[in-house]
């Protein structure tokens, strides 16, 4: 256990299913990230929070819908993805900008 | 924009044999990390190093800030540490932006 958990562990859905992730720590980060990590290619940042407030959007299809309710909470809203959206998705928190990273076990997510 | 390049790619050792992997990166940063995530996907924070060598049992890294390199040690290797080795840094005056390298997969057979 690391602090950051994310549910759920696998996820398979349908290109017309809406369904979501859930990121949640209790360790007193301000920042909170959720990540795409596909075979072979670098590990890519989709959102950034701090303080509750979008600070980072990497140009994310909006297929994916993010919603930071409070400063333990995180969720990915999902809805009409692709077969390609298909991968592990991390979610983590850090202390301040980029210091004291923690990452979630990640969701396993296949697009049908 | 910054590049980061990690080597090698792949690394296969047995059991007990010491490693080096190495970061390179192409600009300035603020700070660079070092990450392992074993086979299951889960990323740990190995050393938060700017600058330096730091120690945590038989892992060390150093940091040579001036030239634009990382390298990450490990001694007497073990079954456990098998995974995926990533590097990662962030950029002056770029708050929450991490450039992550493509990672050395390392496997360590008993």
């Known amino acids: 256990e690391t602090g950051v958990t994310q549910t759920p562990r696998h996820l398979v859905m349908g290109m017309t299913n809406k369904k979501s992730l859930k990121c949640e720590q209790h360790l007193g980060h301000n920042a909170m990230y959720w990540y795409k990590q596909s075979a072979k290619k670098p590990l890519e940042l989709m959102f950034v929070?701090?303080?509750?407030?979008?600070?980072e959007n990497n140009s994310v299809p909006s297929r994916f819908s993010p919603e930071c309710p409070n400063s333990s909470h995180l969720f990915l809203h999902l809805h009409t993805l692709q077969p390609e959206d298909s991968a592990l998705y991390l979610c983590?928190?850090?202390?301040?900008?980029?210091?004291?990273?923690?990452f979630g076990s990640g969701t396993r997510l296949t697009v049908v | 924009g910054i590049q980061v390049e990690q080597s090698p790619p792949d690394l296969i050792l047995q059991e007990g044999a010491n490693s080096t992997l190495r970061c390179n990166f192409s600009?300035?940063?603020?700070?660079l990390q070092w990450f392992h995530q074993n086979p299951w996907g889960q990323l740990i924070n190995l050393f938060y190093?700017?600058?330096?060598?730091k120690q945590n049992g038989r892992l060390s890294a150093t940091t040579v800030a001036t030239e634009r390199y990382s390298l990450l040690y490990i001694s007497s290797s073990q079954t456990t540490d098998s995974g995926v080795y990533f590097c990662?840094?962030?950029?002056?005056?770029?708050?929450?932006?991490?450039?992550w390298g493509a990672g050395t997969k390392l496997i360590i057979k008993p």
């Open positions: 990662a840094v962030d950029r002056l005056n770029s708050n929450y932006q991490l450039i």
């Open positions: 600009d300035s940063v603020n700070n």
């Open positions: 983590a928190s850090s202390q301040f900008s980029n210091y004291g990273y923690t």
């Open positions: 929070y701090s303080l509750e407030e979008r600070v």
């Open positions: 190093i700017p600058s330096g060598t």
